[in-house]
């Protein structure tokens, strides 16, 4: 588990970016299916992206850190619990933090007549 936290969410997430790009494909909505399938593409390809470190560091974990059997369980479980919260942080709470900052600037940009 030590790489798996990693490793695993990090192929979870790949499949949603790639379940969003058939998404688009199958129901476009009031777009053509090319112009769906274009914006849902890029937002998959900037997921992709932003997998890239995750996986590597998954790959460094498994390659000098897992083997070391003999390490404490409070070593693992820090390990496991810092790599969970890095998920959990860099794709659910830091995107919500960003959506907020862009909402607030656009509203102090062109503030709503009332």
Same mark, same amino acid.
């Given at each position: 588990?030590?790489?798996?936290?990693?490793?695993?969410? *990090?192929?979870?997430?790949?499949?949603?970016?790639?379940?969003?790009?058939?998404?688009?494909?199958?129901?476009?909505?009031?777009?053509?299916?090319?112009?769906?399938?274009?914006?849902?593409? +890029?937002?998959?390809? +900037?997921?992709?992206?932003?997998?890239?470190?995750?996986?590597?560091? &998954? *790959?460094?974990?498994?390659?000098? /850190?897992?083997?070391? *059997?003999?390490?404490?369980? &409070?070593? %693992?479980?820090?390990?496991?619990?810092?790599?969970?919260?890095?998920?959990?942080?860099?794709?659910?709470?830091?995107? /919500?933090?960003?959506?907020? %900052?862009? +909402?607030?600037? *656009?509203?102090?940009?062109?503030?709503? /007549?009332?």
């Amino acid at each position: 588990y030590i790489h798996g936290t990693l490793e695993l969410s *990090a192929i979870v997430i790949a499949g949603g970016a790639g379940l969003a790009m058939g998404h688009s494909i199958m129901f476009p909505g009031t777009y053509p299916r090319h112009h769906a399938l274009m914006q849902n593409a +890029k937002r998959g390809i +900037k997921i992709i992206f932003g997998l890239i470190p995750v996986f590597f560091m &998954a *790959a460094f974990l498994e390659g000098y /850190v897992t083997r070391m *059997a003999d390490m404490h369980i &409070a070593g %693992k479980l820090t390990i496991i619990l810092l790599s969970l919260s890095f998920i959990l942080w860099y794709y659910l709470i830091y995107p /919500v933090i960003l959506e907020r %900052k862009i +909402k607030t600037h *656009a509203n102090e940009l062109h503030p709503s /007549v009332s």
